[in-house]
């Protein structure tokens, strides 16, 4: 059964800093993948997907994330953090069956 | 713009109640899922339905029933809650394809006494 790794439970970066937020999935073929964010109190909305292409997929809110057939991995990114990034992240994979990530939380200092 | 809507925010039962969680969703879409999450553990899917009257289980479907006698809303019921369904409760809708995304609500807060 496919399965998503999210390695970080919690990560703090100061403002203005470049994050990094990692993501490994398992299964043979390449799924379709997804990142979402939950701000507190709220519902996830979809900040990026790849299915094929480019490997570098462009989100919303200055979010990109980066797709590594060889290492499995599907990690978000961002130059520089805003303090309204604070929130939690899930990573998710879609074969015929969506699965989420423990989610990391991020937390921006000022 | 798109949207699911979940009947409460936060409620607040006690043991043995019955309870029922509503989602609605104005997308047309196909599918519909009910998913609980509790911190460290991200999204377990409980039940989900890709039609009308359909239904499947998901990953933890133990002490949960769903409805969907429509297709824009989908019906979560704890039939005799119990203190471990204490959670958060996150409805989700989108078109049928694994390519295409997830809509969430935003959640439903239940605690159960």
């Known amino acids: 059964a496919q399965s998503v790794t999210q390695p970080d439970i919690h990560i703090t970066v100061s403002e203005g800093a470049s994050l990094e937020l990692r993501c490994n999935y398992s299964?043979?073929?390449?799924?379709?993948l997804f990142w979402y964010v939950q701000s507190p109190g709220q519902g996830l909305q979809l900040l990026l997907k790849y299915f094929s292409g480019d490997t570098l997929v462009q989100g919303i809110k200055g979010f990109e994330a980066e797709f590594k057939r060889s290492q499995s991995s599907f990690n978000l990114r961002k130059p520089s953090v805003h303090w309204s990034d604070a929130a939690e992240y899930f990573c998710a994979s879609n074969n015929n069956d969506m699965r989420f990530g423990a989610g990391t939380r991020l937390t921006v200092k000022p | 713009d798109v949207k699911v809507t979940q009947s409460s925010r936060y409620l607040v039962k006690r043991t043995g109640e019955k309870v029922f969680l509503e989602c609605v969703q104005d997308m047309d879409h196909e599918n519909m899922f009910w998913y609980r999450q509790d911190p460290g553990l991200g999204l377990r899917l409980i039940y989900f339905s890709y039609d009308v009257k359909m239904k499947e289980k998901g990953d933890i479907p133990e002490g949960y029933s769903v409805s969907r006698e429509k297709k824009e809303r989908f019906s979560l019921i704890l039939e005799s809650a119990s203190t471990n369904q204490t959670s958060m409760y996150l409805c989700?809708?989108?078109?049928?394809?694994?390519?295409?995304?997830?809509?969430f609500g935003p959640g439903t807060r239940l605690t159960v006494l």
């Open positions: 299964y043979g073929a390449t799924p379709y």
């Open positions: 989700a809708s989108s078109l049928r394809g694994s390519y295409n995304e997830q809509f």
